[in-house]
């Protein structure tokens, strides 16, 4: 069976860190253009950060930038979010996702994804069950 999982999430202090964790079953992930997503309560969903399949481009919004890391650890077949210096905003539920075949356009597969997916123009093949990151102190 095809699918992914987020792992990772927890509370944290503002100021602190986490490392989120997505892992695939059944298919191999650098192949695959990944986005890491957050739905906050009362909020639409963001793509946080997003890496394009053989990592030739990457993707941070500007709320995240120069915060958070996103990689990919081919042995593990998972690709990790680092989020550095964690804020109470930061807090949601982070989902990731995949797509093996996103569509070639004049912005890198990166932004694309992250931009275009949550606003509903495309869909990504997989998505995880989400993992809830809450930052409070």
């Known amino acids: 069976q095809l699918q992914l999982e987020e792992s990772g999430g927890g509370l944290v202090q503002p100021g602190g860190s986490l490392r989120l964790s997505c892992s695939a079953s059944g298919f191999t992930l650098d192949s695959y253009a990944i986005g890491w997503f957050r739905q906050a309560p009362g909020k639409e969903r963001e793509g946080v950060s997003c890496?394009?399949?053989?990592?030739?481009?990457?993707y941070y919004s500007d709320s995240v930038k120069g915060r958070f890391t996103i990689s990919r650890d081919n042995t593990k077949n998972t690709v990790i979010l680092q989020m550095n210096n964690l804020k109470p905003e930061d807090t949601g539920v982070y989902y990731c996702a995949g797509d093996r075949n996103f569509p070639r356009l004049e912005i890198t597969t990166a932004q694309a994804v992250c931009v275009l997916v949550p606003q509903g123009v495309y869909d990504m093949d997989y998505w995880g069950k989400g993992t809830l990151v809450t930052v409070s102190s």
């Open positions: 890496i394009s399949s053989k990592d030739t481009s990457t």
